[in-house]
């Protein structure tokens, strides 16, 4: 029997609240303490993916992710008032993890460096453009590979590591994509632990960008959600579909030969029955 609404909602607050609190820690480690690696943070953020769906995953699907669940309700696998749900608890998880961390590292300063211990922030150099399409680009990947590892009709993987792959998934796209502004590729990762530093007094959440623009905080909202509907549309598009025309051939010729073998038994039995 599938979990009540607001249920569903509690457990992506908790995945979103693992993920951030992991993931940002790691980030504080390196900020504050002055110890960890990017690589490290990479590392804790692929492990924390993966630890949140699997906490929640068999509760509400696992999303963590308001940019999975919109992709959800606009490909008709989710009702609207669920994905309202759905991306409340996720935000909610965000900004509480904000609180974790911080309380956890409460000895740090509230400035501008260590506001990005909570959100994305764009390096210098990079246009907005640049940004917004690292976002796209990155949140389509991550949909495109997680469509491939979850699809029954695809290779997939072994059932209950899907998480792992998920997880791995985030560690690629991060080593690969991140330093140019953090790869957020998830709103509630970002808008949520952002809001935390804005009540609490850290400086310019909201209006700083780099030496080229101002203002980033709108990107890792709406890049992920573009780049999240186009990976999804794309994988169904040109994989999805044909792996389900796959799938309804092969079930077509079962079909058919169960139907000639059941022809070919009651042509014996009424051979059997004239003799």
Same mark, same amino acid.
């Given at each position: 029997? *599938?979990?009540?609404?607001?249920?569903?909602?509690?457990?992506?607050?908790?995945?979103?609240?693992?993920?951030?609190?992991?993931?940002?820690?790691? =980030?504080? /480690?390196?900020? =504050?303490?002055?110890?960890?690696?990017?690589?490290?943070?990479?590392?804790?953020?692929?492990?924390?993916?993966?630890?949140?769906?699997? =906490?929640?995953?068999?509760?509400?699907?696992?999303?963590?992710?308001?940019?999975?669940?919109?992709?959800?309700?606009? /490909?008709?696998?989710?009702?609207?008032?669920?994905?309202?749900?759905?991306?409340?608890?996720?935000?909610?998880?965000?900004?509480?993890?904000?609180?974790?961390?911080? =309380?956890?590292?409460?000895?740090? *300063?509230?400035? *501008?460096?260590?506001?990005?211990?909570?959100?994305?922030?764009?390096?210098?150099?990079?246009?907005?453009?640049?940004?917004?399409?690292?976002?796209?680009?990155?949140?389509?990947?991550?949909?495109?590979?997680?469509?491939?590892?979850?699809?029954?009709?695809?290779?997939?993987?072994?059932?209950?590591?899907?998480?792992?792959?998920?997880?791995?998934?985030?560690?690629?796209?991060?080593?690969?994509?991140?330093?140019?502004?953090?790869?957020?590729?998830?709103?509630?990762?970002?808008?949520?632990?952002?809001?935390?530093?804005?009540?609490?007094?850290?400086?310019?959440?909201?209006?700083?960008?780099?030496?080229?623009?101002?203002?980033?905080?709108?990107?890792?909202?709406?890049?992920?959600?573009?780049?999240?509907?186009?990976?999804?549309?794309?994988?169904?598009?040109?994989?999805?579909? /044909?792996?389900?025309?796959?799938?309804?051939?092969?079930?077509?010729?079962?079909?058919?030969?169960?139907?000639?073998?059941?022809?070919?038994? *009651?042509?014996?039995?009424?051979?059997?029955?004239?003799?």
């Amino acid at each position: 029997m *599938e979990a009540s609404l607001p249920r569903r909602a509690l457990a992506e607050a908790i995945g979103v609240f693992i993920l951030c609190t992991i993931g940002n820690g790691s =980030v504080a /480690e390196l900020v =504050v303490a002055g110890s960890g690696t990017w690589l490290g943070i990479n590392l804790c953020y692929g492990i924390a993916v993966a630890l949140a769906v699997y =906490v929640c995953g068999k509760v509400s699907g696992g999303h963590v992710n308001p940019a999975v669940t919109i992709v959800e309700a606009v /490909e008709g696998r989710l009702a609207i008032k669920e994905a309202a749900f759905y991306i409340i608890g996720q935000m909610i998880g965000g900004f509480v993890s904000g609180g974790a961390v911080y =309380v956890l590292y409460a000895d740090m *300063e509230k400035t *501008e460096k260590t506001s990005g211990i909570f959100a994305t922030y764009p390096r210098n150099d990079i246009s907005m453009a640049q940004a917004f399409a690292n976002e796209v680009i990155g949140t389509l990947f991550l949909l495109l590979f997680v469509r491939s590892v979850t699809d029954k009709n695809n290779n997939g993987a072994p059932a209950g590591l899907e998480p792992f792959f998920i997880g791995g998934i985030v560690f690629a796209i991060g080593a690969a994509f991140g330093v140019n502004t953090g790869y957020a590729l998830n709103p509630a990762r970002d808008l949520g632990p952002r809001f935390f530093t804005f009540v609490a007094g850290f400086p310019t959440v909201f209006t700083r960008g780099n030496n080229l623009y101002g203002c980033h905080f709108w990107i890792p909202i709406i890049g992920p959600i573009v780049g999240a509907v186009l990976g999804s549309k794309l994988y169904s598009v040109s994989i999805g579909s /044909e792996l389900e025309r796959q799938q309804v051939s092969m079930s077509e010729g079962t079909y058919r030969k169960v139907s000639d073998s059941r022809q070919d038994d *009651e042509t014996k039995i009424n051979d059997e029955t004239d003799i």
